[in-house]
C-alpha cells in the first residue's frame, strides 16, 4: 500500500466519524457495544486499513450488523493524517499512547487524545485494539484478564500463531485494553499484533480476525468461522525493562532474534543493562528489540506454555 493508500482509508473513516474521530455505527437492535480501535500507535498502519476494510464491507453489503453498536475508533490518528512520507510515520509525538492510562494527564498530544476518546472506551463491553510490530514477526492476540471463556473464544476464533496472556502485568505502564479490562472486567480486551508495520499482506489475516471475533461477539451477522489450527496460549512471565535508551541490550542465544524464538531453561538469552539473563524455564521469547527506542522501553517478554 502506498501512503496515499493510508490517508484515504484514514480520511474514509475521519470523514464519517464524529467530532471525536469514532464513527459509530448502531444495529437497532439491542446488543454489545464494540470498539475496535486504530492508530494507538501513529505509524502502526494496517490497523487503519483494517478498520477501512470492516467499513467497505458494511456499506457494501457484504457484511451486515446484526446487534448493538459498533465503534470504530481512531486514537493517535493526526500522526497518519499529517504525514508527508513513511518516515514521517511515528509511534507517538510526546508520550507512548498505550503506556500512559494510569498516568495523570498534561496537557500534549497523547494524554489530550487519550481524553478524546476515554469515554468511548469505557462505555465499550469489548475492545479490539489493533497493532503492529517493530520488527518482522507472526501476528500475535494480546489478551488481557486470564479467564476460562475468553481464552476459549481465542482458540476458537483467532487465527494468530500465538495468544499471549498476562502480558499486562509486566508493561512498563498502562495500557488501553488494560484500562478497559479494568474498568469493565467482564468483556474482551485484546490487542491484535498484526506483523510487521508496513507488511501489507498482514492486512488480510487482521480483516478476517477482525470480523471474525466482530460475528463471536454478535455485532456481525454470521457465524465466525472455527480455526483448524489452534493458537498456543503462552502467559508472559518477565520482560526486560531498557534503562537507557540505544544499546541496552545484546543478544546471546542466536545472531538472529525472531519473535516467538524456543529456548531451553538455563539457556543465556542475552546481557540487558550490562546483566546477563539466564531463563530458568523453557520459554519462548517474544516481540526482542534490539535497540531501545528509550529508556523505559520493554527489550522482550519471556513467555512459557500454559
Ligand atoms: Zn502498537
Known sequence: MKLE????ALSE??????QDAVLTLESGVPGPTVSVV?????????????????LEGLK?????QQSGRLQIVLANYEILQDANDFDDLVRFRFEDMNRIWAKNGVD?????????????????????DLHSTNRASTSIGILMGYEEGRVEAMRRHLDTPYVLLEAEKFLNGMSLVEFHQNSRKSGLSLVIEAGQHFDFTT???????TINLLRHLDILEGDPADLTEQPKILKVYASGIAKTAGNAISWKYSDNPEGFDFVESGTHICDLNDEPVVVDRDTYIVMQQVEALHAGKEMYYLAAEV
Not at 5 to 8: A, I
Not at 38 to 54: C, D, M, S
Open 38 to 54: 486504530a492508530l494507538t500507535h501513529g505509524n502502526e498502519v494496517t490497523g487503519v486499513a483494517t478498520a477501512q476494510r470492516v
Open 60 to 64: 457494501s453489503g457484504a457484511l451486515k
Open 5 to 8: 493508500d493510508l490517508k484515504h
Open 108 to 128: 500534549e498530544h497523547e494524554y489530550r487524545a487519550r481524553e478524546r476518546i476515554r469515554p468511548y472506551i469505557e462505555q465499550s463491553d469489548h475492545v479490539i
Open 13 to 18: 473513516i475521519f470523514d464519517a466519524a464524529n
Open 203 to 209: 492486512v488480510e489475516t487482521n480483516v478476517e480476525n
